[in-house]
């Protein structure tokens, strides 16, 4: 009898270990909302590029890629290591080498925000993957509400500001409580969405803005995982050694096998 009561205390708290764990889960990949599909090219350098110019200028200051390396980034993106140290690498005291960390002082980054920003190396694994960036980058709205007067959709009450706001300008939400994915039932086209107040636009158009997001995203991605593509290659040359060796491997059963009866 003990031994049943005490399984099923093991059950029931590993069943709402597992529930706290997909709702954690749920929150993090963005809470339902729906993703838009970002389409990432590892293989485009010049995005890659982009998205490491736009990370330093504009991301580094509160988050550290702190399992990359100056060095590997500017090799694998065919970067001049001078031209990165010039132009990518703003702390004077850094050396090519050097683990791609920050200045900020994580105490007083939690006192300012509320919480440490989290390191991003890893972020587009994760999260939900690079379609979460690429959506998360593009869905700042206006809400006085909170302490820096923005909100996100796919990660609600973020207390991050809008970094990126010089670029995109204000989004303002016309849905309201409305269905954001109500679609007119004739045209197909969305009845409401987030856009940019024509009174407040950034330095960008919307269709410049996407792609800094996706180079961006492309990154991060990159940044995530830089042997993706080396993996990818090598796997072909296991498949194709697998498939040899398994035709010697046939042979040598059958040789070893055949006065067998």
Not at 98 to 107: A, H, Q, V
């Amino acid at each position: 009898m003990k031994r049943i009561i005490l399984t099923n205390k093991v059950a029931s708290t590993l069943l709402f270990l597992g529930s706290v764990l997909f709702s954690s889960l749920a929150a993090a990949a963005g809470g339902g909302y729906p993703l838009d599909s970002a389409n990432i090219d590892p293989t485009d350098t010049a995005s890659l590029q982009r998205g490491a110019k736009y990370y330093q200028n504009y991301c580094a200051g509160c988050h550290a890629t702190q399992y990359q390396r100056y060095e590997r980034v500017a090799d694998d993106l065919g970067i001049p290591h001078d031209l990165m140290m010039d132009n990518l690498v703003f702390d004077k005291r850094a050396k090519i080498g050097d683990l791609m960390f920050n200045s900020m002082d994580p105490k007083e980054a939690k006192t300012w925000f509320g919480a440490t920003p989290p390191d991003l190396t890893l972020v587009s694994r994760v999260k939900g993957g690079p379609d979460w960036i690429y959506t998360y980058l593009r869905t700042f709205y206006e809400d006085p509400s909170r302490p820096y007067g923005v909100n996100n959709k796919v990660f609600p009450d973020v207390g991050m500001p809008h970094v990126l706001l010089e670029l995109q300008g204000i989004q303002v939400d016309t849905c309201g409580d409305s269905d954001p994915n109500a679609r007119d039932p004739l045209t197909g086209e969305k009845l409401c969405g987030l856009t940019v107040d024509p009174e407040r636009k950034g330095s960008m158009t919307p269709a410049e803005y996407d792609q800094m997001a996706y180079d961006l995203s492309n990154f991060l991605a990159y940044s995530a995982e830089p042997m993706q593509q080396q993996r990818k290659s090598l796997g072909i040359y296991v498949f194709l050694f697998l498939a040899v060796f398994l035709v010697f491997a046939y042979l040598l059963k059958r040789e070893f096998w055949k006065d067998v009866h």
